[in-house]
T-cell receptor, first 111, second 114 residues
């Protein structure tokens, strides 16, 4: 079963704008990981945030984690057309160590 | 980090046949996993591939349909048996490196069953 939900399911923005994607999860996690997938290809790991962290940055990416609300957000600043892809969050469950995925957000950045 | 390769990258198969997908990691890993991604959907965990013992399957997946081997720390195979069109999906191998937390993914195997 899926870990949780992501919203929005689809997001369309103009180049240069910021994109925010949200993820909610159901079970207790050790960490939460964000991935990008271009058009049905393999997953590219973007960033990992541990359960004892609240915010993390990597280049144009900013991830937040709120364990009390079981939610996370991914912010991409100054978006580019090349950021067009599907974005998935995935939580590492504390029991069993499996990594389970959210539904994903399809981001389209228009030039 | 880890680089994961899969073979084949894609295949078209006839109903009732079987296909074995190979996964090779370029470094030693602790855990290896197999996922399925049906068209337009997210990833679903099929099983955890355990070295030297039977894989651990998730609810809805069984060994007879998806036999998995993991003879050493860096190699695993997934077989999709007695295929039907419903098995048309992308199958992805995944691994966590020794001492690490990040889970890496292979490029996937696109399977079309006619």
């Amino acid at each position: 079963s899926q870990q949780g939900e992501e919203d929005p399911q689809a997001l369309s923005i103009q180049e240069g704008e910021n994109a925010t994607m949200n993820c909610s999860y159901k079970t207790s996690i050790n960490n939460l990981q964000w991935y990008r997938q271009n058009s049905g290809r393999g997953l590219v790991h973007l960033i990992l945030i541990r359960s004892n962290e609240r915010e993390k940055h990597s280049g144009r990416l900013r991830v937040t984690l709120d364990t009390s609300k079981k939610s996370s957000s991914l912010l991409i600043t100054a978006s580019r057309a090349a950021d067009t892809a599907s974005y998935f969050c995935a939580g590492r469950e504390t029991s069993g160590s499996r990594l389970t995925f959210g539904e994903g957000t399809q981001l389209t950045v228009n030039p | 980090s880890a680089v994961i390769s899969q073979k084949p990258s894609r295949d078209i198969c006839q109903r009732g046949t079987s296909l074995t997908i190979q996964c090779q990691v370029d470094s030693q890993v602790t855990m290896m996993f197999w996922y399925r991604q049906q068209p337009g959907q997210s990833l679903t965990l099929i099983a955890t591939a355990n070295q030297g013992s039977e894989a651990t399957y998730e609810s809805g997946f069984v060994i007879d349909k998806f036999p998995i081997s993991r003879p050493n720390l860096t190699f695993s195979t997934l077989t999709v048996s007695n295929m039907s069109p419903e098995d048309s999906s992308i199958y992805l191998c995944s691994a966590v490196t020794s001492g690490g937390e990040t889970q890496y993914f292979g490029p996937g195997t696109r399977l079309l069953v006619l």
